[in-house]
Structures are given as structure tokens and as C-alpha cells.
């Protein structure tokens, strides 16, 4: 096949980072080091490649380019927003591509709104209150309702971007400040959590002919507590995989991820945070919908080579789901 690989253009990205202009380095590191490996696993495949930059001509370039499938790897290192962005623009030039549509990317971007829809489904979540058209009294007061310790979250962030120590709060006090740091940083209404102090874990999901969870990857935070962007990058967090886990709450768990990403109308791939609360008792954090795919960094190839996946198989597995499914369009 003839197939697109679609990556950031750093100028542009460049133009468009908002507050997470800091980050904005380690990202575009991280996607050349993605790109290069897929592009090497589809290469073996005997695949064409062709490279894509996600810029401003971008549905023209797409339409132009004579691609079977794009290969979708961008996830917005300048706004996240952007990945939902691209993904329609893909839908716009009626290209078969790899991960979710639009809609899904949108979704699993929303914090507020992904909760919302795994209480539908029955998946269980952390209470939580979504700041949104609140005053500042009536959020303090409908949070600190649940209960403290709390957690002040971006609504729309990922990676842990937002978060620091102060984003653990046990006063109403605590809880307005940490409020008035993410309002004054982001576009979008804080997000406050329930905090759940138990064991942390991320699962893979793998559309095969049906979906398949991976084995469960421990991060072990220690002191760090909360798996913040700062804890991320400093490689101070442990991880073990397969985690060890009693096989009911493994098999919960499993369950629960790939329940959570068919609720957001994930494809083809994804990835899935938990948190413990005191009890052991599991809960959904979040669904990442287009996950990481930099060999020895991101979270998905580690999960799929404790199943027996290198990272050139996972690459095939993703197209080969992608590919069915647009067979079947
Ligand atoms: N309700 C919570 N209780 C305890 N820790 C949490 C909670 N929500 C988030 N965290 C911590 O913050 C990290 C990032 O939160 P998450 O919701 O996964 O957002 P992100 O999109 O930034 O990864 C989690 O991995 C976890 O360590
Ligand atoms: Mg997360």
C-alpha cells in the first residue's frame, strides 16, 4: 500500500503553541522519534511511505498526495485541540486513516465530557464536579461536597500538564487557589476530582477483530504521588508490567478499558489510566485516544511486547485494523 505518515511541521506547531509552549520541545523530540520508527516498520512491511506535515495546506496536500490510508500519528504538540482538528480534515478528504474519528478525539479531549459518558455506560469514574458557568463560591462549595482531598485538574489537557503538588487540595482554601492557577493558565474551567489514593495503572486496547486489552502496566509513583508532566519527564516513575494484580481485578480492569474506549468511539487502538481508591476498588481517569507510539517511551508499544508485540507488529497490527475497517465502509 501507499501509505501517508502524517507528523507535525515544527514551524507551525511553533506558531500555534499556546501555555503549553514549555512542553512544546520535548514533544516535537518525541513525534520525530514516533515517525521514524513507524515509518521503518511500515517500510519492512512493504509499505510506500510518504511523509504528510500537518500545516496550513493540509486538505489539499491530503487529497493530492494519492495515499491508500494515512498512518495518523498527530497529536497537536501545539494545541491539543488539533488532534480532533486533523482527524476531521482527514474525514474531509475522505481518506481512510488509522485511531478514531473526529468525534472521538474531541471526546477523550474533554475530561468533563468523557465522565459524563462513562457514567452512562456504567464505568465507573471519580466524582467530580466540572467548574464550567460556575461562580467561584458555588464551585468551591459543590466540590469541596464530595469530599476532601481533592484533585484541581485541566479539563483538556493530557500528559500530566497543569498538575503539581498544590493540585492535591484539603481545605476549601487550597481548592479556590488551585482553581484560580488552572483558570488563570488554560482555556477551559477547571475540572475538580475526587482524589483516589490507591495504585495507579494504564491499559492498552488493540482492535483486532474484536477488542483486546493488553497486559496492565503499573506506574509505580512513590513519592511523586500524582503522575504530573514534571514526574512524567523525569523518569522517576517505576513501572511494572504485567502488574500484579489478583486475575478478577485484572480482568475488571481489562473489561473496563475496553468498555471505556468503545463508550468514546475509539478505533483501532487506545489507552486507558486508572486509579484505586483506598479500598482497591478500580476507576476510569481517562481514555487516551490517540496514544503515544515512540518505542522505549510511550506506554502502548511497552504494554504490547509484554504481550509478545514488537513495536514493528503493533505498527501492523493498527494498519491492519485500520485497513478491515475501511474495507468495510
Ligand atoms: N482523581 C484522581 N485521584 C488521584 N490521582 C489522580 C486523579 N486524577 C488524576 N490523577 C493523577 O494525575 C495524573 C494525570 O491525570 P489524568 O486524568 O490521567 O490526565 P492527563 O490527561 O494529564 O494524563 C494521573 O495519572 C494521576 O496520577
Ligand atoms: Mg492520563
Known amino acids: 500500500m501507499r501509505i501517508g505518515l502524517l507528523a507535525a511541521a515544527e514551524s507551525w506547531e511553533r506558531a500555534r503553541a499556546g501555555p503549553t509552549a514549555g512542553h512544546l520541545a520535548h514533544s516535537l523530540v518525541r513525534l520525530a522519534a514516533t515517525n521514524e520508527a513507524a515509518a521503518a516498520a511500515l ?13 496550513d495546506p493540509l486538505p489539499s496536500r491530503l487529497c493530492a498526495a494519492g495515499v491508500d490510508l494515512v498512518f495518523n500519528t498527530y497529536f ?32 477523550g479531549l474533554s475530561k468533563p465530557l468523557s465522565k459524563r459518558l462513562f457514567l452512562a455506560h456504567g464505568i465507573p469514574t471519580p466524582p ?4 464550567t458557568g460556575l461562580a467561584r463560591a458555588a464551585a468551591v462549595e459543590a466540590a469541596a461536597a464530595i469530599g476532601f482531598p481533592l484533585i484541581v485538574k485541566t479539563a483538556a489537557e493530557g500528559e500530566g500538564i497543569g498538575l503539581e ?19 488563570g493558565a488554560f482555556a477551559d474551567a477547571p475540572l475538580v476530582e475526587q482524589f483516589l489514593p490507591g495504585r495507579e495503572f494504564t491499559v492498552g486496547v488493540l482492535d483486532g477483530m474484536r477488542p483486546v486489552a493488553l497486559p496492565i502496566l503499573e506506574l509505580v509513583l512513590g ?25 478478577p481485578v485484572a480482568r475488571i480492569m481489562g473489561d473496563l478499558a475496553v468498555r ?30 490517540l496514544p503515544g507510539l515512540m518505542p522505549g517511551y ?32
Not at 474506549?261 to 484505586?276: N, S
Request: proline share 4%; with cysteine.
Open 76 to 107: 497537536g504538540p501545539g494545541r491539543r485541540q488539533d488532534q480532533a482538528n486533523v482527524a476531521s480534515l482527514l474525514e474531509y478528504a475522505g481518506l481512510p486513516f488509522t485511531g478514531g474519528g473526529a468525534s472521538c478525539h474531541f471526546l
Open 260 to 289: 471505556a474506549g468503545i463508550a468514546l468511539g475509539c478505533r483501532d487502538c487506545w489507552r486507558v489510566d486508572f486509579r484505586m481508591d483506598a479500598g482497591g476498588e478500580v476507576f476510569v481517569l481517562e481514555v487516551n485516544t
Open 43 to 55: 517500510a519492512d512491511r512493504g509499505h510506500e511511505t510518504l511523509m504528510i506535515t500537518v500545516d
Open 223 to 247: 513519592d511523586a504521588g500524582i503522575y504530573s508532566y514534571d514526574a512524567k519527564v523525569s523518569g522517576g516513575v517505576a513501572e511494572r508490567c504485567p502488574a500484579p494484580l489478583e486475575e
Open 128 to 131: 467530580f464536579v466540572d467548574t
Open 165 to 183: 503538588e498544590s493540585s492535591v487540595v484539603r481545605t476549601p482554601d487550597e481548592l479556590g487557589r488551585a482553581m484560580d492557577r488552572i483558570a
Open 298 to 329: 510511550s506506554d502502548l508499544p511497552k504494554t504490547a511486547e509484554a504481550a509478545g508485540l514488537d513495536h514493528g507488529q503493533l505498527v501492523a497490527a493498527i494498519l491492519a485494523s485500520a485497513v478491515r475497517r475501511s474495507a468495510r465502509r
